[in-house]
């Protein structure tokens, strides 16, 4: 009988272990509509935008909902996640709650509603969902191919174990660090600034951060110089440098000419563009040449 239960409980340990694991692991990809039903036009106050940056920061894949799939996801809806933001915002706050739904329209993940006083629109929406998407950073996202799912399977047999297949891990560091070579700067003041910074690896699809970009603020070239790259305005006067991570399309950037000069989080999106959070807002700087 002693037996019986030590194999019983042993067996309960491997099924749970099996099937404990995040929520989310078992997705790929993340599809976000570019305009949600509460809004009145594509990506209003920037919100699809930061959506799709905040998935992409916490390791999915992410496209918009008219984005060409690749062909894994073509054939196999299932491996990715639908998004749904609810707003019940009212004129005192604005309320928000996120949902992620599967192929299968099923409930995978739904956020708490969560609110804000911020009188700004813009800032208020960015705020709340950035307050909801602290449920899917709770998940801590890592992709693993040791579950497939399929949109042939029913509902209550959408997990498939595949055993020996390792996980795919997220991880972002700084990578060796080299000193930048004669900076061009028109105020001295900000000499002193430039940091060691790190060298630069090449953007997949042959894309690189190199280029010129543009957002309704500022346009920004971005050079290579040496092993590593350096920000400059329109001007020719050298604003940033960008510090390169363990993941291709993430970097750092750091502001020279700025008060505020700590580090960003700056991501090379689908479509070369350039996007950057500055945990007020994101900031899209659209590609202008490669």
Not at 29 to 36: D, L, T
Not at 194 to 222: H, M, Y
């Amino acid at each position: 009988m002693n037996n019986r239960m030590v194999i019983f409980g042993l067996m309960l340990l491997m099924v749970t272990a099996v099937f404990s694991q995040g929520k989310l692991n078992p997705y790929k990809y993340v599809i976000v509509p570019r305009q949600f039903d509460f809004q009145k036009s594509q990506d209003a106050h920037q919100i699809n935008s930061l959506t799709k940056f905040l998935f992409e920061k916490n390791g999915f894949i992410v496209f918009y909902h008219d984005d060409v799939y690749p062909k894994e996801l073509q054939e196999n809806m299932c491996l990715a996640l639908n998004v749904k933001l609810i707003d019940k915002s009212n004129m005192l706050k604005t309320r928000m709650l996120l949902e992620l739904k599967n192929c299968n329209n099923q409930m995978v993940l739904q956020s708490p509603e969560v609110d804000t006083k911020e009188k700004d629109l813009k800032k208020g929406y960015q705020e709340a969902i950035r307050k909801a998407f602290v449920s899917v950073e709770k998940e801590g996202y890592t992709f693993s191919n040791h579950v497939t799912i399929n949109d042939n399977q029913q509902s209550n047999k959408t997990v498939v174990v595949k055993e020996n297949q390792p996980a795919i891990k997220k991880e972002i560091g700084i990578t060796q660090e080299i000193i930048i070579e004669k900076p061009v700067m028109t105020e001295p003041k900000y000499q002193e600034k430039v940091p060691i910074i790190a060298a630069i690896p090449k953007i997949k699809n042959n894309l690189t951060v190199e280029g010129d970009f543009s957002s309704n603020k500022q346009t920004l070239k971005i050079q290579k110089q040496g092993n590593q790259f350096v920000v400059s305005d329109a001007k020719n006067n050298v604003i940033g440098i960008l510090y390169a991570t363990s993941q291709a399309n993430y970097f750092i950037i750091k502001w020279l000419q700025s008060d505020d000069n700590l580090p960003k989080l700056a991501f090379l999106n689908q479509d070369g563009d350039l996007v950057i959070d500055d945990k007020e807002t994101v900031v899209v700087y659209s590609r202008k040449s490669l």
